[in-house]
T-cell receptor
């Protein structure tokens, strides 16, 4: 597709369950970012990939959160033992490279943990 | 650490009036500054950016912003508001040492008929 695609658009799960959120970036974009947005807040940085490697994962809140990008394209954000506080919209963005400043965002995956 | 502060979580202006959304940044090195907009039920999109050079930058839909180093500000303006400008606006900061972009909490712009 032409834009950044995120699936699922909505995910409802129970506390303690495992969740995977997928991001398909724009073709040719080498940089991929994950952000989390809670109600009334701006996007909170989680992790940034340049190619296949995580260039900066300083925003991951704890070791329950993990992300991969094995072939330098699609990325998966994985959340283990979900907690109610993990409920948020998870945003993925891609760009042509680092520091171009123009991130292209998907519409997000809304995660609700009951 | 970099950060941005957006004054006013909600701003209301009348259609045709001046739009002014305030953003102040904190950065120990020359910043890169951005405004992103999120229309209802859409993803965030870049409105404009400042990296180097001219301090007054123009973006899409008639918006512009001016980088003022002395005031550590990057306020967003538009001379005449349109109903279609109703959206949430995010100021963001980065620099050439760090590839991640840090966002403010956002300002929701309401346009009154």
């Amino acid at each position: 597709g032409a834009g950044v695609s995120q699936t699922p658009s909505n995910k409802v799960t129970e506390k303690g369950k495992y969740v995977e959120l997928r991001c398909d970036p724009i073709s040719g974009h080498t940089a991929l970012y994950w952000y989390r947005q809670s109600l009334g807040q701006g996007p909170e940085f989680l992790i940034y990939f340049q190619g296949t490697g995580a260039a900066d994962d300083s925003g991951l809140p704890n070791d329950r959160f993990f992300a991969v990008r094995p072939e330098g394209s699609v990325s998966t954000l994985k959340i283990q033992r979900t907690e109610r506080g993990d409920s948020a919209v998870y945003l993925c963005a891609s760009s042509l490279g680092p520091n171009t400043g123009e991130l292209f965002f998907g519409e997000g995956s809304r995660l609700t943990v009951l | 650490a970099q950060s941005v502060t957006q004054l006013g979580s909600h701003v209301s202006v009348s259609e045709g009036a001046l739009v002014l959304l305030r953003c102040n940044y904190s950065s120990s090195v020359p910043p890169y500054l951005f405004w992103y907009v999120q229309y209802p039920n859409q993803g965030l999109q870049l409105l404009l950016k400042y990296t180097t050079g001219a301090t007054l930058v123009k973006g899409i839909n008639g918006f512009e912003a001016e980088f003022k180093k002395s005031e550590t500000s990057f306020h967003l303006t538009k001379p005449s508001a349109h109903m279609s400008d109703a959206a949430e606006y995010f100021c963001a900061v980065s620099d050439d040492r760090d590839d991640k972009i840090i966002f403010g909490k956002g300002t929701r712009l309401h346009i009154l008929p």
